[in-house]
Structures are given as C-alpha cells and as structure tokens.
C-alpha cells in the first residue's frame, strides 16, 4: 500500500489545470449503456473510480478504446451481461449508476448492493423506489438487487422525499428510453447532473426544466440515442481543494480549466475568511488574505455548501482567527477526519454532527491515516502547514479522485513524495 510523505511547505506559489469533474464522468460513462453507437468522451479525469467504472462496462460486455490518457471511445453494441458483480461494486458505491440505463435498455439487470462505507449507511432506496414506479419488479437476492421490467419502463412522477444526486441520474438515464414522460420532483441541481441532462438534450431527448428542481424528460420509447463527442466539465471539487492549498498557506496560487461558476459557495466562503479572487472565463487566482477569520458553515445541496469540501475547510479552520463552526447536514458519520486532524495538533471539538474548530494554533507532523477521499485531502492540506514531516498512510482513498495529486503539488512548489508501506 502506498503512503505519502509531506514536508511542511508554507509558501506556494504557480498554477495548475484542473481535471475533469470524477462525478460527472460516472454518470456520463454509465450513460454509454443507451447506446450501440460509439460515444466519445474527452477530459476524463484519469483517476480509479473512472478506471472502475471502465472495467465495470467492459466487464457488461463493452468496447473501450482508450484515445489519448484522457479520451475514451466506448461501443455498447454487444453488452453480453447485465449483472454488476460484487467484485467491482463493493471498490465503488458510484456503480449503481449503471441500474437505470441496464434496465431501461435491457428490461432487466442485476446490481449488487453497494453496502455501506466510511461515510454512513448511504443507502439506494430512493433509486429502487424510483425504479419500481416506472414499473420494475425488485427483489434483493444474495446481496444482488434484481430488477425486472419485462414490457418496458413507463414514464412516471418521481418525488425524491430527500435529494439524492446518482438517484436523480439513475432515473433520468432510465427515462430517456423509457415510454412517456417522467417529471422528477426534487430533483438534484448540481452541475454534474446538468451535464448528463444536456448531453441527452443535445442527442435527441426532450427534457425540460434543466438545473431546475424539477425536471421533465420526455422517453424515446427504446430508440437508441446515438452520441456526439462530448467532454467532461471540471471538477469543482478538485478546484475547491487547491483552492483551500492556496488559503491554507496563504498563498497566491493559480487554477487553469476551472469554472467559477459552479464554485459559487466555496468562493463566497473563502471570501468571508478574507480572501481574494481573480477570476477569468477558465481560470481562478486566490489572492493571500491579511487576516483569516474564523467561519461558520452548512452543508446542503447544490447550490448551497458542497459536503464533498467540508474536511478540507477543516483543516483551513485550523488557521482561522477564533472558533469556526461545522454542521454536516448530509452524511452522519462524515467525521472520520476529526480525530486524524487531532493528531496533527489541531483543536476540535465534536458533538453530534456540529464540529467547533479553535484556529491559529500551530499543526504537527505525525503520521495519520486516510478513511475515505475527501477526509485524505483534508489531511494533505493540513500537512502542507504541519511542522516538520506528516505522513498519510492508505492513499488508496485519494487517487480514487484526484489526478496527479503529487505532480500538481510539487509544481505548487510542495516538498512531497509516494512510496511504499
Ligand atoms: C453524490 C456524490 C458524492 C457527494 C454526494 C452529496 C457521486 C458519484 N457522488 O453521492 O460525492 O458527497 O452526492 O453531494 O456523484 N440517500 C438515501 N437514499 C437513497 C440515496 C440517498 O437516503 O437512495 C441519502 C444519503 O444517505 C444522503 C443523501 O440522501 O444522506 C444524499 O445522498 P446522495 O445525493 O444520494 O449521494 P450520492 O449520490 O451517493
């Protein structure tokens, strides 16, 4: 297993470009299901869960040709299974995204459950239900979910009693072949599910109210659609991150291939600490603030405050002026950071889902632990200011979402290394 080594590296400086968006490229590759036609997909971020959802669609039976490290053709013409086995779900939850298009194309299919994680039970209810409404039989099995919908899935209203982002995606894949029109309420608004939206609009599928809370899509009653070739958005949530390098070292830092719109809450929040912005059509600059005030924040859904940044403005915490406040609204148990933070020296104090951070204290290097993607970035950024040398151990977590995590830090001018346990 590897882990990482990071010396303490207070002042960055340069620019980076950042990669396409991981939760944008899941759905978008589970969404080559519909077709029989090639589909082209650009600026996929080369990381491991767009490596197991590649081999998940091999594995169903498609043909992916790699064209450059960032470009895919995929051919779903001859799909020879529809059964999403144990082995890779169990690496990643995002899997159950292949259940509305197996189903809406082939009427059946079998995806294992996806179990909990780090993060909470996190369960797929919401998809089931939404499924079953559009007329599947399911059953669970052996750990399998199996689904079943002989004459086709019918268009149906949805009403998500929670918003869920691959619940939205998984219904909105499964309405675009299915008959009639399905009108999800409550519908997820975050930019990756816009992207699927619009890749379908600009094939040929009629959907109305993108972005929208709720959302229209008009079925083609099983006419395949065929795909023009698209590329991926970038990822706000890797930009968000290397935003918090910038602001936890104070530093003047540069992201290429970012779109500041999607970064609206994270911006205004960095803002409020007392940072400053240039921004461009593709590029965002953090400029060091003269002093960083303490915070207070929630996590909600799109547009709110994103739960996928709430341990990396821990850590950013850490170095505020006065006590900043946490509440994580959607997942229970998204705390597993806290106590590795801890261990670096930091002052946090937890009960239930609210976390009170004591800032401007000095951090430690130790060795900590990574427990789930964004807790690991949390513990890199707070490495970054740590006296001495931090090592963070299980980075398996890490290259799940984020690409060429060392070479982008070491261009920042971060004194870091990978090597072997
Ligand atoms: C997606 C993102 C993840 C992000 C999360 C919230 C992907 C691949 N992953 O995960 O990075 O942290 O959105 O922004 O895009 N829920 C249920 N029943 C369900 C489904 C969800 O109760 O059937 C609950 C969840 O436990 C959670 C809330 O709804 O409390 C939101 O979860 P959801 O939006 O579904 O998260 P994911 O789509 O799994």
């Known amino acids: 297993m590897d882990y990482l080594t990071i010396t303490q590296s207070p002042n960055l400086c340069g620019s980076i470009a950042i990669s396409g968006a991981k939760n944008a490229a899941l759905p978008l590759l589970a969404l080559t299901l519909l077709s029989k036609d090639d589909a082209q997909i650009s600026n996929l971020p080369d990381v491991a869960d767009v490596k197991t959802l590649s081999k998940l669609l091999e594995h169903l039976g498609a043909r992916l040709q790699n064209l450059d490290s960032h470009t895919l053709r995929i051919n779903c013409a001859d799909i020879i299974h529809t059964k999403a086995l144990y082995d890779i779900v169990r690496k990643m939850r995002a899997s159950i995204l292949v259940l509305g298009a197996l189903l809406a194309r082939f009427r059946k299919c079998q995806v294992s459950l996806p179990g909990g994680c780090a993060i909470g039970a996190r369960p797929v209810d919401l998809h089931l239900k939404a499924m079953e409404k559009m007329g599947a039989q399911i059953h669970i099995e052996g750990g399998y ?56 609009a600009q094939n040929g599928i009629e959907i109305e109210g993108i972005g929208s809370n709720e959302i229209s899509i008009y079925g083609s009653d099983g006419e395949l659609p065929r795909f023009s070739p698209f590329s991926v958005i970038p990822d706000r949530i890797e930009a968000g991150t290397y935003l918090c390098a910038g602001a936890i070292t104070n530093s003047r830092i540069t992201l290429d291939n970012a779109n500041s719109t999607h970064l609206q809450a994270i911006l205004e929040k960095l803002e409020e600490i007392g940072f400053g912005f240039e921004i461009t059509e593709s590029s965002i600059t953090i400029l060091p603030a003269k002093k960083r005030n303490a915070f207070e924040l929630i996590t909600t859904e799109y547009p709110g405050f994103p739960t996928d940044m709430q341990a990396q403005f821990m850590a950013l915490a850490t170095q505020c002026e006065g006590v900043s406040v946490i509440e994580e609204r959607l997942f229970e148990n998204r705390f597993m950071h806290v106590s590795e933070l801890q261990r670096l020296g930091a002052d946090i104090k937890l009960s239930g889902n609210i976390a009170k951070i004591s800032g401007a204290k000095p951090l430690m290097g130790a060795n900590v632990m990574a427990t789930d993607l964004r807790a690991s970035s949390a513990l890199v950024l707070a490495a970054l200011i740590a006296k001495d040398t931090t090592q963070i151990h299980r980075i398996y977590h890490l290259d799940r979402g984020y690409e060429n995590l060392e070479s982008k830090l070491k261009s920042l001018g971060v004194t870091i290394s990978r090597d072997k346990e």
């Open 145 to 200: 979910i199996i689904a079943n919908a002989p004459k086709g899935l019918q268009g149906a209203d949805i009403l998500f009693d929670k918003i869920s982002v691959t619940g939205s995606e998984n219904v909105i894949m499964a309405a675009a072949l299915a008959k009639g029109k399905t009108r999800i309420i409550n519908a997820a608004k975050e930019p990756e599910v816009v992207q699927l939206c619009e890749v379908l």
